[in-house]
Nanobody
Framework: QVQLVESGGGLVQAGGSLKLSCAASGRTFGNYAMGWFRQAPGKEREFVVAMTWSGDTAYYANSVKGRFTISRDNAKNAVYLQMNSLKPEDTAVYYC???????????????????WGQGTQVTVSS
């Protein structure tokens, strides 16, 4: 079974930090671009950040630039999202995703269709 499992969400005060993890299993995702999306209540799912699995290139939504950092550990088949200086507007369910489509072709317009995690809730209090 191929799956992505997110963890690390929770409740944090504005200005605080959280680190999300995405553990991939069932196959090696070495040839997959991977990234994070989020969905707030009443809103469409939106792009946050994505990275080539090689880790050489990453694309960030303007809303999180300078605050969030994506990283990966190929040995653990995992992707992480370090979130700093969190704001109430960051409150959402965060999803990990992977796709063989070329991230470099789309940049911040990349939208995967192959694999999605179940999501983890991030709530930032004011």
């Amino acid at each position: 079974q191929v799956q992505l499992v997110e963890s690390g969400g929770g409740l944090v005060q504005a200005g605080g930090s959280l680190k999300l993890s995405c553990a991939a299993s069932g196959r090696t995702f070495g040839n997959y671009a991977m990234g994070w999306f989020r969905q707030a209540p009443g809103k469409e799912r939106e792009f946050v950040v994505a990275m080539t699995w090689s880790g050489d290139t990453a694309y960030y939504a303007n809303s999180v630039k300078g605050r969030f950092t994506i990283s990966r550990d190929n040995a653990k088949n995992a992707v992480y999202l370090q979130m700093n200086s969190l704001k109430p507007e960051d409150t959402a369910v965060y999803y990990c995703a992977a796709d063989t489509s070329s991230l470099t072709r789309y940049g911040t317009r990349w939208y995967p269709t192959e694999y999605w995690g179940q999501g983890t809730q991030v709530t930032v209090s004011s």
